[in-house]
């Protein structure tokens, strides 16, 4: 029954799991009292699930004599983030009831992407059942794009793996493995079957400890979702407002670790000739970059307090440091939640938000095949070992290369590859920047709001800048450029260039 159903267009499974989806905050309504809310849910839900069934039910026959293929797979999920937040937008705006539906569908896409950006700033602007609804949304896009990148983007070599070694999994320089010798629909199968309960199961984790620190069971459910998901989506917002205090703060910096390699949570993806998640070039950069970044911002917090009167106690000091370490990790894994120390800090040293640098840190992103955005750690460790080698080359120019330690994750031309697309990515942020100049907006929020879509970091907008932008505040145009960044950053420019390209469809 199972193969039977992936054997369907992977658009139409999708849209049949959100509208199924649909009656869990209706539920929630129901419970809560708010009828108008859950029968907005129920009905979108009930009406969904009836025109999938009949949507199936016509193409069957079809189905059942055209077997599924990497690049119609790699179609479906691009339409279902151009498709989808249509219709999950439909029970948001009839439950919100005082918006447009422009801005449900912005919310929709920023959920599904994993993005996380908000159009409703104030955490009471709109009731629980909805916030509960954007958690789903975002944590549902989260599982989606994990058993992608192993079901469809690896297949492929898309998504970052083409700066692999092997694809993965089983790819090991000869016979293809099991996995790969699959058809696509049983790769989904079996990627579906092995993620999903590992995905299920860490956020039931995160979930008990945030409820052990003390914040409430609704709060610390959307803020478990949101973690794994790396969505940064609050019903709060943010964990300053929260009741979970250092404690709930350090279980979920924890949790972001397995946005910074997939070597965290899955083997399938090709280690190094040393295996294991400490020789995993990914998870050491990361870890770096979360040392380095944050002793940084802590000297700068230091230095402001020096001329300040009364100095610094060592407990501002400890809570200034630990402010910057789980915010960097946060947006290098690109979920945007601040630390209720981060604003301590802040307030202890008098200086501003360092925009640049958080910046900089959603733009490397984290892991490859993770929920994480940006350009990828595994990208940056490729271009870093090309950048060394040259270096070398300057000084020795009759030098041989070696194999160094993790390098053996990275192909030959792996470098190559990288810098073709952190150049497409560029040139994407230039060509939204540019867009969002002209729907009105200056340059400095043109350039955040660009690099905020491209990098799923929602939360950016309302960090990197001086003055928080509101996405409520902007455009039509801007809003639908906006959206489109969002779905670009999460797809990724190359995974676009294969659909376009015509050997990928004679396959």
């Known amino acids: 029954m199972a193969a039977r159903i992936l054997r369907f267009p992977l658009i139409l499974i999708v849209a049949g799991l959100a509208a199924a989806m649909m009656f869990l905050p209706a ?6 009292g708010n009828s108008q809310v859950g029968r907005a849910f129920f009905y979108c839900g009930g009406l969904g699930l ?33 498709i989808l937040p249509f ?26 992407t994993t993005t996380g950006a908000s159009m409703f700033d104030t955490p009471g602007r709109i009731k629980e059942s909805l916030h509960l609804w954007r958690a789903l949304v975002g944590w549902g896009g989260g599982l989606l794009i994990w058993i992608s990148a192993s079901a ?14 092997r694809a993965e999994p089983g790819q090991d320089g000869a016979a293809p493995g099991r996995f790969a010798r699959a058809r696509p629909e049983r790769r989904l199968a079996i990627a579906t079957r092995t993620l999903a309960p590992v995905y299920a199961g860490l956020t039931l984790v995160l979930w008990i400890a945030l409820m052990m620190a003390g914040e409430r069971s609704f709060v610390a459910l959307i803020h478990a979702m949101s973690t794994l998901a790396t969505s940064g989506i609050s019903a709060t917002g943010g964990f300053h407002n929260g009741a979970a205090g250092f404690w709930g703060e ?4 924890v949790f972001f670790i397995f946005a910074l390699s997939r070597l965290t949570f899955s083997s399938d993806t090709v280690a190094t000739t040393r295996p294991g998640l400490v020789n995993d070039p990914e998870f050491r950069l990361g870890l770096l970059i979360a040392a380095v970044v944050p002793l940084i911002l802590f000297l700068r917090h230091w230095i402001g307090v020096i001329d300040l009167d009364g100095g610094a106690s060592p407990g501002e000091a400890l809570h200034a440091l630990w402010g910057a370490v789980f915010t960097v990790l946060s947006f290098l894994s690109t979920t945007g939640f601040e630390s209720a120390d981060w604003q301590s800090a802040r307030a202890w040293s008098g200086l501003g938000t360092p925009g640049l640098i958080l910046i900089g840190l959603v733009m490397v992103g984290g892991g490859v095949a993770t929920t994480a955005g940006g350009v990828k750690l595994l ?31 990275i192909r030959r031309q792996g470098a190559y590859v990288a810098w073709i697309f952190f150049m497409l990515f560029a040139l994407s942020l230039c060509a939204l920047t540019v867009a969002l100049s002209l729907a009105g907006l200056n340059f ?3 350039l955040i709001v660009a690099l905020s879509g491209l990098s799923s970091t929602g939360p950016l907008i309302l960090s990197a800048a001086e003055v928080p932008i509101r996405l409520v505040e902007l455009g039509p145009g801007a809003k639908i450029i906006y959206g489109g960044a969002m779905v670009l950053g999460r797809v990724e420019t190359l995974a676009i260039l294969a659909l376009l390209s015509p050997a990928a469809w004679r396959v």
């Open 50 to 82: 009836a025109a999938v069934v009949c949507l199936g039910l016509a193409i069957a026959n079809r189905v059942a004599s055209r077997a599924p293929s990497d690049v119609r797979n790699l179609a479906s999920l691009l339409l279902a983030y151009l």
């Open 152 to 165: 469809v983007l690896a297949p492929m070599s898309l998504g970052g793996f083409e700066v692999t070694a």
């Open 379 to 409: 990208r940056v460790f490729a271009l870093y070992l090309h950048a060394r080698r040259e270096i070398e080359r300057l000084v020795h120019p009759s030098s041989v290369g070696r194999a160094s330690a993790g390098g053996g994750r």
């Open 444 to 446: 400095e929020t043109a």
């Open 250 to 253: 350090a279980a979920v910096f």
């Open 87 to 112: 219709f999950l937008a439909l029970p948001f705006y009839l439950g919100v009831r005082n918006t447009t539906f422009l801005n449900a569908w912005l919310e929709m896409v920023s959920s599904l």
């Open 27 to 32: 539920i929630d309504a129901a419970m809560r």
